[in-house]
Nanobody
Framework: QVQLVESGGGLVQTGGSLRLYCGPA????????MGWFRQAPGKDREFVAA????????YYADSAKGRFTISRGSAKNTVYLHMSGLKPEDTAVYYC?????????????????WGRGTQVTVSS
């Protein structure tokens, strides 16, 4: 079992930036591909970005391309999501997840371990 913890959310104005962080609560032995998802009130959870275990490949939702950057931290299974050019429609709870199965990085069912989320609110 891997417990993931997110931080870095907050309130920001339109056009602003935030950097989210995610890491395991304890020691981990397996290197996972990591992803970020988000869920706005009344909407389904949606894929934002993912990065492979090596950090060599990244994947983005169309809504994130050109504005968000996912990267791995130096510690095992840590990941950042740098968000810029934020818009009110980016307002959501952002979740970090570790991928355990499947080949589709954008599918939530490929991820077996999830954090509790961090709130991002973008004011207009």
């Amino acid at each position: 079992q891997v417990q993931l913890v997110e931080s870095g959310g907050g309130l920001v104005q339109t056009g602003g930036s935030l950097r989210l962080y995610c890491g395991p609560a304890g020691e981990t032995f397996t290197l996972y591909s990591m992803g970020w998802f988000r869920q706005a009130p009344g909407k389904d959870r949606e894929f934002v970005a993912a990065v492979t275990g090596s950090g060599g490949s990244t994947y983005y939702a169309d809504s994130a391309k050109g504005r968000f950057t996912i990267s791995r931290g130096s510690a095992k299974n840590t990941v950042y999501l740098h968000m810029s050019g934020l818009k009110p429609e980016d307002t959501a709870v952002y979740y970090c997840a570790a991928r355990v199965a499947g080949t589709e990085y954008s599918r939530a069912s490929s991820y077996g371990f999830w954090g509790r989320g961090t709130q991002v609110t973008v004011s207009s």
